[in-house]
């Protein structure tokens, strides 16, 4: 699951994201390798290929649970993905409000559905795994992706009404 989390997410890096930014702050190199690298390559890598993580069992109804749990999350990811995709021009910074799955329904409307789904997936590995290692990893993400969610809806106006809604 980890593994195509993260092929995915290379992915979506490469043929789907549009960036609105030129370049990343080269300070963020060092968050992200450490986010990835020791939270969770080091910490939940060993806490999951520990040898007491081989005594997890899960009956067939919690492996179909988490594995349609996981599945729908990524799914949803890469379809909110692809639906942010489609608001921006190629070479453009232009930033349309997004509507749709994910950003009206089926849950009321996220201003970052992305996010959600991406805990959403994360929470389902956690679940699989069964071990305290995702929990820092997790945690230092959601709060990452908080900040960015804040930073998205504080840049976009209070209203904005577009002509095929009118």
């Not at 060993?46 to 649970?65: E, I």
Request: charged letters at 10%; one cysteine or more; a positive charge.
């Amino acid at each position: 699951m980890v593994l195509l989390h993260f092929l995915k997410r290379e992915i979506e890096t490469l043929f789907i994201h549009r960036f609105s930014s030129d370049t990343m702050p080269w300070t963020y190199i060092f968050r992200n390798s450490g986010h990835y690298w020791a939270l969770a390559g080091a910490i939940f890598g060993y806490t999951v290929n520990h040898p007491s993580n081989a005594l997890v069992v899960r009956t067939p109804m919690q492996t179909n649970l988490l594995l349609a749990l996981y599945t729908y999350a990524e799914l949803s990811n890469l379809y909110t993905h692809l639906t942010l995709r489609s608001l921006r021009p190629q070479g453009s910074r232009v930033r349309r409000v997004p509507h749709g799955y994910g950003f009206d329904w089926p849950f009321g409307g996220l201003s970052c559905p992305h996010y959600f789904f991406e805990i959403a997936a994360w929470m389902a590995i956690g679940a699989w795994t069964w071990t305290w290692g995702i929990i820092p990893f997790l945690a230092v993400a959601v709060f990452i992706m908080d900040r960015w969610a804040q930073q998205v809806c504080s840049s976009r106006p209070v209203l904005i009404v577009e002509t095929s809604q009118l």
